[in-house]
């Protein structure tokens, strides 16, 4: 059975940091690109990070551009976000995914197939 599970959310002070995993079971994440959404109440699912499945090319949103990094270490099966310099407009249920298209990676959901439950990021000002 496949699985991604999200975690290290929790709640920080602006300017904070946090750090988010992603750990996969069943599959072998280094055939998968990888990303991060987000989700804040009444909001989409938007776009935050991706990464190709070696690792070698990565995409960010503006909005995160310069404060949070991706990356992935395909022998323990994970992926990361490091998440910098917080704000409360972060504040969302961040979501991992992957994806078999290749050459990836993608900024749009509807090209990853396997979704994590979601970890909560709050953001306090």
């Known amino acids: 059975q496949v699985q991604l599970v999200d975690s290290g959310g929790g709640l920080v002070q602006a300017g904070g940091s946090l750090s988010l995993s992603c750990a996969a079971s069943?599959?072998?994440?280094?055939?998968?690109?990888m990303g991060w959404f987000r989700q804040a109440p009444g909001k989409e699912r938007e776009f935050v990070a991706a990464i190709s499945w070696s690792g070698d090319t990565t995409y960010s949103a503006d909005s995160v551009k310069g404060r949070f990094a991706i990356s992935r270490d395909n022998a323990k099966n994970t992926a990361y976000l490091q998440m910098n310099s917080l704000k409360p407009a972060d504040t969302a249920v961040y979501y991992c995914?992957?994806?078999?298209?290749?050459?990836?990676?993608?900024?749009?959901?509807?090209?990853?197939?396997?979704w994590g439950q979601g970890t909560q990021v709050t953001v306090s000002s």
């Open positions: 995914a992957a994806s078999t298209s290749r050459p990836g990676p993608f900024t749009w959901a509807s090209m990853y197939y396997y």
């Open positions: 069943g599959l072998t994440l280094s055939t998968y690109s």
